[in-house]
């Protein structure tokens, strides 16, 4: 069973950083890719960025390509999301998720497996 707790969460100044972390337990992590996703008040949940179990392939919704940067360091089972340039409509509650059997993908039922969620406010 794969367990996924994401930390990081906090709030920013528009303009400003900061870095989600996911730890992950249970299955051997370097053997299934990774997303992020988040999911703003009255919203549904949206891809953010998703990354191949190698690390070597990444995908990016269109809204944060080129501020955010997703990586997974497999030695500490952990994935990360850099969140640079950050902007209001960022602020959402962002998920960490396991695609179990696949190569990493943006659509949310691809995944098996989702963190609590960590809380992500920007001030403007």
């Known amino acids: 069973q794969v367990r996924l707790v994401e930390s990081g969460g906090g709030l920013v100044q528009a303009g400003g950083s900061l870095r989600l972390s996911c730890a992950a337990s249970g299955r051997t992590f370097s053997s299934y890719a990774m997303g992020w996703f988040r999911q703003a008040p009255g919203k549904e949940r949206e891809f953010v960025a998703a990354l191949s179990w190698s690390g070597t392939s990444t995908y990016y919704a269109d809204s944060v390509k080129g501020r955010f940067t997703i990586s997974r360091d497999n030695a500490k089972n952990t994935v990360y999301l850099q969140m640079n340039s950050l902007k209001p409509e960022d602020a959402a509650v962002y998920y960490c998720?396991?695609?179990?059997w696949g190569l990493g993908s943006n659509e949310l039922e691809k995944y098996e497996r989702w963190g609590q969620g960590t809380q992500v406010a920007v001030s403007a």
């Open positions: 998720a396991a695609d179990l």
